[in-house]
């Protein structure tokens, strides 16, 4: 599906418009024996289609860029006149944002000062000038109406030249009209209705309309339609739904609720609602049921439409539920010039789910990053994939810092989801021994600050560079334990929190991973149905 996206799109794709080049001159007053200057419009080869206008939307512009004055002289005191009276009642024309060379005279004309155009001097031979305006749509605009865009070019009383740009009012089919809600302070288990309505904006009815919902992970439907399939969206989930009931052409029409509920794992999720004139259009589709519930339905809206949006219609929800993200260090034992492995990493304790990245796109601006100091007298041999050496866009060897990321096609953190790092560490000067950490970078969200750190130590004989034995748990909470390489003994740190670390067992790096997988699988049995999400565009 395509995402609240987030969340603003500039739309100039369809409907941007190069007027084209203006070819200039004009015969100044009292030399009659010069060639006339004259203003040639290039001829422009397409219609262009004017989507409806809405408030969150770029769209609806019609650019005139590159007039070129190809006459012997200055040009100044002309005007050119944008005229769109054939759309009267269905378009208005607007200047461009902060365009004060241009006056409105109503709501299809538009004046313009040449020598404003550019930047209030006069146009020299060869000299370049810009134009551009809009066209917006007004609420009566009935999709598939046409006409021409009249432009043209005058300098005392003479017309100049003049051109026709011919343009549409975009035939596009439904498009959404209802606004979807954002609510904030909601708890876990509470019941939400997720609503939408549309306008049928075609020259053509149609003889029913298929409806796609995609949720995210920590939402679920609490009643399930009989004419929808329910079924996992990649990694949200959601239900793709057929509605055979007429629309006609310009109508308004509302859904019927979606009754939803928030999960134990909610934190921060949406929802949205996409209706569209074919089932080409659909979003894929698997492991789908039927839902056995009444059907859902259409009635159609009295009042008419609302104020259209391109795209689909969505809500956010943001819950007081917490995530314990709690950053796992090492403490492993070798010999110099031996590699140890340092097994760090950082887990989701719960209760809620965590979303992985917030930027536009998977693995932008990441929530559960961790920062990995190397420990001093130690050289980083060998980095993990999800790890890049400090200043690089690689995972060089030989850095004293290295960031940590999540997997990016990755959307969700699930509670019991343990992300490791394993780090290669060559002991060059074990006098110098000393501890290095592991920190989440982005902490301000997590409910449990006191283990968002901890330490990696690597000694040898059980010793730091000073000769001192190493603090329990690497020296910081949320320390964890480790082992070293092969031929190297393992000393496990002890750790006195309830979500801490691995006690000394002596059972090594297997240990660490067997209870990193047993908390995913003790979560996972009770999250199976859940789906994981990426958002979408």
């Known amino acids: ?89 269905q378009l208005r024309l607007v200047a461009l944002t902060g365009m004060s060379a241009c006056v409105s005279k109503n709501e299809s004309l538009l004046v313009c000062d040449g020598e404003k155009l550019n930047d209030g001097k006069p ?9 551009g305006f809009r066209l917006r749509t007004l609420p009566a605009a009935r999709a598939g109406f046409s006409g021409e865009v009249r432009i043209s070019a005058e300098k005392d009383g003479a017309v100049l030249g003049k051109t026709g740009i011919k343009a549409a009012v975009a035939d596009l089919g439904p498009v959404m009209d209802r606004e979807g809600q954002n609510v904030v302070g909601a708890k876990p288990g509470a019941a939400l209705s997720a609503r939408t309505g549309f306008t049928q904006f075609s020259a053509s009815g149609l003889d029913g309309v298929y409806v796609g919902v995609t949720l995210t992970q920590g939402l679920s439907f609490t009643k399930e339609f009989s004419n929808c399939e329910y079924g996992s969206m990649g990694s949200d989930h959601g239900a793709r739904c057929h509605i055979e009931t007429p629309v006609e052409p310009g109508r308004a029409y509302d859904l019927d609720d979606f009754p939803l509920k928030l999960d134990s794992t909610a934190r921060h999720d949406e929802w ?128 004293r810092i290295y960031w940590c990321n999540q997997p990016v096609d990755d959307g969700y953190f699930d509670v019991g989801q343990l992300t490791p790092y394993d780090f ?87 240990a660490w991973y067997a209870a990193g997988a047993a908390a995913v699988l003790a979560v996972g049995a009770t999250l199976f149905t859940a789906a994981r999400r990426r958002r979408t565009s």
Not at 123 to 131: A, N, S, T
Not at 462 to 484: I, V
Request: proline share 8%; hydrophobic share 30%; net charge negative.
């Open 1 to 89: 599906m395509p995402r609240s996206m987030p969340r603003h799109a500039l739309r100039a794709g369809s409907t941007a418009v190069a007027v084209g080049l203006l070819t200039l001159g004009a015969t100044p007053a009292g030399h009659a024996d010069e060639v006339p200057q004259t203003l040639e419009f290039s001829d422009y080869g397409r219609t262009v289609e004017v989507e409806p206008y809405a408030e969150d939307s770029y769209s609806n512009t019609l650019d005139a860029t590159s007039a070129v004055n190809k006459g012997s002289q200055e040009l100044k005191d002309f005007t050119v006149t944008i005229d769109a009276s054939a759309f009267r009642g």
């Open 123 to 131: 146009v020299p031979p060869g000299g370049l000038v810009d134009v």
């Open 272 to 399: 949205h609602i996409s209706v569209y004139g074919a089932n080409s259009s659909y979003p894929p589709i698997s492991h789908t049921h039927r839902g056995d519930g009444p059907e859902l339905r259409l009635t159609e809206r009295a009042s008419g439409s609302g104020t259209l949006k391109l795209g689909d219609t969505s809500g956010s929800v943001r819950t007081d539920n917490i995530a314990d993200r709690e950053v796992l260090g090492a403490t492993v034992d070798g010999k110099a010039g031996q590699t140890v492995r340092a097994k760090i990493g950082v887990r989701n304790n719960g209760p809620a789910v965590v979303e992985q990245w917030t930027g536009s796109e998977p693995g932008e601006d990441g929530t559960t990053d961790v920062k990995v100091t190397v420990p001093p007298g130690t050289t980083a041999v060998d980095i993990p994939d999800l790890c890049r050496a400090e200043g690089t866009s690689g995972n060089e060897a030989g850095h």
């Open 424 to 510: 290669g560490l060559r002991i060059d000067k074990p006098s110098a021994l000393a501890p290095g950490s592991v920190k989440l970078t982005n902490p301000s969200d997590d409910g449990h600050g006191e283990n968002n750190t901890a330490a990696i130590i690597v000694t040898v004989n059980g010793k730091l560079g000073n000769g001192s034995s190493p603090a329990p748990a690497g020296g910081s909470p949320g320390g964890s334990g480790g082992t070293s390489a092969a031929g190297g003994a393992g000393t496990p740190a002890q750790d006195p929190a309830p979500h801490g670390p691995m006690a000394a067992t002596g059972a090594g790096p297997l």
